[in-house]
């Protein structure tokens, strides 16, 4: 491919960066893959890995509790954020090397530094110059904190994990799921929780009855919900936070948190130098194929500003490597991607909202239940599980399915598989439930939900 140092640069080793790297060294590509952070990307180190390992943790705050509704007589034992903290450390250093070992097994060169764009064939890493016949860029978001008085005492979603101190008392600022699962996370640990959201319901672009049902559910457990209001400024207050809120109101807080937003991360990589446009939230613009408008750079995952999510980025990462090196001409199809809130209980959720049917099939039928699971008749837990079908009145496929309740998301995975596969309602209701599990309420709603 020329005489270029490598077939293809990539910048950045994060879930899509890497497979990327990965697959197109198996074709015979050779690769080099620059990464100035951490092996792994936001998902390992910041993101999905450390927050699913705090969301079993604050799990377990609930059910020592709800044991005893089933004859288990004990006291809460102490909750030490030391422990927690430092052994989810040691994981992630573990599948950093992991990640390491995978690019040096694919025969992909990594360069530990950060990369910048020098022109269309060149990236510079500290003082040395590399040429390749592709550039790739997949550097991931950032977190975003808003510009207001104060902002420099708030924390963002990348150092919540590894506070010296557990917050006793936590202000979350936000609505995203970002905002929503470290609230639940923080809330079972035991801190007192707050959060504030500037808009009448958080967890836009959910489903409108997963948004109330949500609502309901997270200010039961105990999180102090406050929407239509905002923070206008944090002080220190000896070794406390003062937290002034947009309707003249204080709060006291150990800690906050700004989970507000992330932006394409794309600071330093030297833009300027190559003909690349950017989109009006400042995200890299790509064609279906994951070009730039420089034709030799490429981008893929959260720096292009599409579906933020780990799965998607690895699923363009295969795409992008099968084109480009393995001769075979494959596109990301993006119908139907489940997606989950960790927060408790979870939020599952895959194709239309109510919404989006509507605009997009015009009559649809709703098919809705919302129940006490089967465990809080003993747990005693005020909790209630959700569950919504969308379906398209003209063709009775279920083009969308949104539950919010114990193992949401691992239910929501299987259903995804049978929406793209054009499961029908009816094929639902002659499906045979597995009894007694939350999961069954799916293939036995049977009648159309009617607004009363």
Same mark, same amino acid.
């Given at each position: 491919?020329?005489?270029?140092?490598?077939?293809?640069?990539?910048?950045?080793?994060? /879930?899509?960066?890497?497979?990327?790297?990965?697959?197109?060294?198996?074709?015979?590509?050779?690769?080099?893959?620059?990464?100035?952070?951490?092996?792994?990307?936001?998902?390992?180190?910041?993101?999905?890995?450390?927050?699913?390992?705090?969301?079993?943790?604050?799990?377990?705050?609930?059910?020592?509790?709800?044991?005893?509704?089933?004859?288990?007589?004990?006291?809460?034992?102490?909750?030490?954020?030391?422990?927690?903290?430092?052994?989810?450390?040691?994981?992630?250093?573990?599948?950093?090397?992991?990640?390491?070992? %995978?690019?040096?097994?694919?025969?992909?060169?990594? $360069?530990?530094?950060?990369?910048?764009?020098?022109?269309?064939?060149?990236?510079?890493?500290?003082?040395?110059?590399?040429?390749?016949?592709?550039?790739?860029?997949?550097?991931?978001?950032?977190?975003?904190?808003?510009?207001?008085?104060?902002?420099?005492?708030?924390? /963002?979603?990348?150092?919540?994990?590894? %506070?010296?101190?557990?917050?006793?008392?936590?202000?979350?600022?936000?609505?995203?799921?970002?905002?929503?699962?470290?609230?639940?996370?923080?809330?079972?640990?035991?801190?007192?929780?707050?959060?504030?959201?500037?808009?009448?319901?958080?967890?836009?672009?959910?489903?409108?009855?997963?948004?109330?049902?949500?609502?309901?559910?997270?200010?039961?457990?105990?999180?102090?919900?406050?929407?239509?209001?905002?923070?206008?400024?944090?002080?220190?207050?000896?070794?406390?936070?003062?937290?002034? %809120?947009?309707?003249?109101?204080?709060?006291?807080?150990?800690?906050?948190?700004?989970?507000?937003?992330?932006?394409?991360?794309?600071?330093?990589?030297?833009?300027?130098?190559?003909?690349?446009?950017? /989109?009006?939230?400042?995200?890299?613009?790509?064609?279906?194929?994951?070009?730039?408008?420089?034709?030799?750079?490429?981008?893929?995952?959260?720096?292009?500003?599409?579906?933020?999510?780990?799965?998607?980025?690895?699923?363009?990462?295969? *795409?992008?490597?099968?084109?480009?090196?393995?001769?075979?001409?494959?596109?990301?199809?993006?119908?139907? $991607?489940?997606?989950?809130?960790?927060?408790?209980?979870?939020?599952?959720?895959?194709?239309?909202?109510?919404?989006? *049917?509507?605009?997009?099939?015009?009559?649809?039928?709703?098919?809705?239940? /919302?129940?006490?699971?089967?465990?809080?008749?003993?747990?005693?837990?005020?909790?209630? *599980?959700?569950?919504?079908?969308?379906?398209?009145?003209?063709?009775?496929?279920?083009?969308?399915?949104?539950?919010?309740?114990?193992?949401?998301?691992?239910? %929501?995975?299987? $259903?995804?598989?049978?929406?793209?596969?054009?499961?029908?309602?009816?094929?639902?209701?002659?499906?045979?439930?597995?009894?007694?599990?939350?999961?069954?309420?799916?293939?036995?709603?049977?009648?159309?939900?009617?607004?009363?």
């Amino acid at each position: 491919m020329g005489n270029f140092d490598y077939d293809l640069f990539v910048i950045g080793a994060g /879930s899509g960066g890497v497979r990327a790297a990965r697959m197109s060294a198996g074709f015979g590509a050779r690769v080099a893959i620059a990464e100035d952070r951490y092996m792994g990307g936001t998902c390992v180190n910041v993101g999905c890995v450390p927050k699913k390992l705090y969301v079993y943790a604050a799990e377990y705050g609930k059910g020592f509790h709800d044991a005893q509704g089933f004859g288990w007589e004990s006291t809460e034992p102490h909750f030490d954020w030391a422990t927690l903290r430092d052994n989810k450390q040691t994981e992630i250093s573990r599948l950093n090397s992991i990640y390491r070992n %995978l690019l040096t097994d694919a025969n992909a060169q990594l $360069i530990d530094g950060k990369a910048s764009i020098v022109d269309a064939h060149t990236v510079a890493v500290g003082t040395k110059h590399y040429t390749a016949g592709k550039i790739l860029l997949a550097t991931g978001g950032w977190p975003h904190i808003p510009d207001f008085e104060g902002h420099e005492y708030a924390l /963002s979603s990348n150092e919540i994990f590894d %506070l010296d101190r557990f917050p006793e008392r936590l202000v979350i600022v936000g609505g995203g799921y970002i905002a929503v699962e470290f609230a639940g996370i923080f809330n079972r640990l035991g801190a007192k929780t707050t959060q504030l959201y500037r808009g009448p319901l958080f967890l836009r672009g959910f489903d409108s009855d997963i948004r109330a049902h949500a609502a309901q559910e997270i200010r039961k457990s105990g999180i102090d919900l406050r929407f239509e209001i905002n923070v206008q400024s944090i002080t220190p207050d000896s070794d406390a936070l003062n937290v002034t %809120l947009t309707d003249g109101s204080e709060l006291q807080a150990d800690a906050v948190l700004c989970a507000t937003g992330r932006k394409a991360n794309l600071d330093g990589l030297g833009l300027k130098n190559v003909d690349i446009r950017l /989109s009006q939230r400042g995200a890299v613009e790509v064609d279906e194929f994951f070009c730039t408008s420089e034709p030799t750079i490429f981008a893929l995952g959260d720096v292009t500003g599409g579906i933020e999510l780990t799965p998607v980025a690895l699923a363009q990462g295969m *795409a992008f490597a099968r084109r480009n090196f393995g001769s075979r001409e494959q596109q990301v199809d993006y119908d139907f $991607i489940p997606t989950a809130v960790f927060c408790q209980p979870t939020i599952g959720t895959v194709g239309f909202t109510e919404e989006e *049917a509507h605009a997009r099939f015009g009559d649809i039928r709703l098919f809705k239940s /919302s129940f006490r699971p089967m465990k809080h008749t003993l747990s005693g837990r005020d909790e209630k *599980a959700f569950m919504k079908i969308v379906v398209d009145a003209s063709t009775d496929r279920v083009v969308g399915v949104h539950m919010m309740g114990p193992d949401a998301a691992e239910i %929501l995975q299987g $259903i995804a598989i049978a929406m793209r596969a054009g499961a029908t309602k009816a094929i639902f209701d002659t499906t045979i439930g597995i009894h007694p599990t939350t999961a069954e309420e799916l293939v036995t709603m049977r009648e159309p939900w009617v607004d009363s």
